[in-house]
């Protein structure tokens, strides 16, 4: 386990006709996921130019916080529907000089 803290931005872009399915997903990972111990935020974000573009902004307090978020029950429901509704891109960073 690493005491880092684990930084992901995925990029979601819905499906043709299901932005509205899709925002209603992504909002509903937002309360659960900040209530997770590991979790240091949690934030999703909406493409001001493109309705149907979603960004999701996460922070985990190390390794350990970032797995936790991946076997719960809510990330796994996500897992099950996210496919139909959009495409996706998660962008795992690590910190070079950050706060």
Not at 25 to 45: D, K, Q
Not at 65 to 73: C, L
Request: cysteine-free; glycine content about 8%.
């Amino acid at each position: 386990m690493s005491s880092k803290q684990v930084k992901v931005i995925a990029v979601l872009t819905a499906k043709e006709g299901k932005a509205g399915e899709l925002e209603a997903l992504l909002r509903g990972m937002t309360a659960p996921s900040r209530g997770e111990p590991g979790n240091v935020h949690y934030n999703l974000w909406r493409h001001r130019e493109t309705p149907g573009v979603f960004v999701i902004d996460e922070l985990y307090v190390d390794t350990a916080g970032a797995e936790a978020h991946r076997a719960s029950p809510h990330y796994q429901d996500y897992l099950g529907r996210i496919n139909d509704l959009a495409t996706r891109n998660p962008i795992p960073l690590e910190a070079v000089d950050a706060l």
